[in-house]
């Protein structure tokens, strides 16, 4: 069993978004366990294509995923202007737009499938983990 320690911090000043001021810190240490895929790199189809799977299903316990576009195509150099949109199965989940990424849990079952936007193949950076 390891402990992969995650930290959230949200901010800011008032009057920036609100006439308030923003300041919300969430931290937690969580234990996982083997199955897991440490920090990796694939890259989708274009649109229209076959959906790459990021996390597949597992027979364990739930898992932490976390996944982030990084901004560029397929070939690691040119600069992406596509989204990538996350699916559970078949339904579409979230959209990230370049350097966007998230942090979340799947339930065992569930896959998580990654796919383009649009007409260009998109560099994805994703990992998950066992909750133990």
């Known amino acids: 069993m390891a402990t992969l320690s995650a930290t959230l911090t949200l901010a800011s000043p008032a009057g920036g978004i ?9 931290e937690n240490s969580l234990l996982v366990t083997p199955p897991n895929i440490g920090v990796s790199r694939v890259a989708t189809e274009i649109s ?4 790459i799977v990021i996390k597949p299903a597992g027979s364990a ?4 995923l976390y996944v982030k576009h990084t ?8 600069t992406a202007t ?3 949109i996350l699916k559970l199965a078949s339904a ?7 350097g966007e990424w998230c942090f ?8 998580i499938n990654a796919a383009s936007s649009g007409a260009e193949t998109l560099l994805v950076e994703y990992g998950y983990w066992t909750k133990s």
């Open 82 to 84: 596509a989204a990538v």
């Open 61 to 64: 316990g739930n898992h932490y």
């Open 48 to 51: 229209g294509g076959s959906d």
């Open 104 to 111: 979340f849990n799947v339930i065992n079952s569930g896959v």
């Open 71 to 78: 901004g560029l195509q397929g070939d690691g150099s040119t």
């Open 18 to 26: 609100s006439s308030d001021a923003l300041a919300i810190t969430q």
């Open 92 to 98: 579409s989940l979230s959209v990230l737009v370049p």
